[in-house]
């Protein structure tokens, strides 16, 4: 399979600073990324679907301002985390789309955030 | 929007059985079943996917099998081992709306030794 990395692993921030996460595509260009947020025991949530050179798309109820997003390349997608609060405390999860015949969908290892 | 139904929410098997789990999906138009295992804080791993012209798809100890007309697919693991015990997620998507995922609930396999 593909291999998608994210960084950081995870990361303790104080309430009220920001935080940013990359996504990376090793092995693959991707000109569409996507970012899930998981609570625990819980599934996977889409939050916005990132699309290279375009603004991305946000799923109903997902806070754009709050949750930004960069497709800065066919490799990278970033999510900031901007005036984190301890309610955004969650495992992120980002994939990159592989187009061809199945257009499979492969995911970083995730990022927990913690926010105190 | 799609819905996607998994059951069960746990299963616990002895090594060596069979395990299965089922999904519905409720959008006709979904085309592309993946199945992915989730380790704990760990990301899904892609693990088997169909698409549905095919109504069966085999991959060493996994399969899935489609059923479009009852709009259900399983996912079969045959002699599991200690290692196949996780979370595991079936999904669907539609290609020509933006390959978004729609997860089930998530089953928790428990492979005991």
């Known amino acids: 399979g593909a291999v998608v990395s994210q960084h950081p692993s995870w990361v303790i921030c104080k309430s009220g600073t920001s935080v940013k996460i990359e996504c990376r595509s090793l092995d693959f260009q991707a000109t569409t990324m996507f970012w899930y947020r998981q609570f625990p025991k819980q599934s996977l949530m889409l939050m916005a679907t990132s699309n290279e050179g375009s603004k991305a798309t946000y799923e109903q109820g997902v806070e754009k301002d709050k949750f930004l997003i960069n497709h800065a390349s066919l490799t990278l997608s970033t999510l900031t985390v901007t005036s984190a609060h301890p309610e955004d405390s969650s495992f992120y999860i980002c994939?990159?789309?592989?187009?061809?015949?199945?257009?499979?969908?492969?995911f970083g290892p995730g990022t927990r955030l913690t926010v105190l | 929007g799609e819905n996607v139904e998994q059951h069960p929410s746990t299963l616990s098997v002895q090594e060596g059985d069979s395990a299965v789990i089922k999904c519905t999906y409720s959008d006709s138009a979904s085309n592309y079943f993946p199945w992915y295992k989730q380790e704990l804080g760990k990301g899904p791993q892609l693990i088997i996917d169909i698409r549905s012209n095919v109504g069966e798809k085999k991959d060493q100890r996994i399969a899935v099998t489609l059923n479009k007309t009852a709009k259900h697919f399983s996912l079969h693991i045959t002699e599991t081992q200690p290692e196949d015990s996780a979370v595991y997620f079936c999904a669907a998507s539609i290609k020509a709306a933006g390959n978004k995922l729609t997860f089930g609930g998530g089953t928790r396999v428990l492979v005991k030794p």
């Open positions: 994939s990159a789309l592989r187009q061809g015949y199945y257009n499979e969908q492969f």
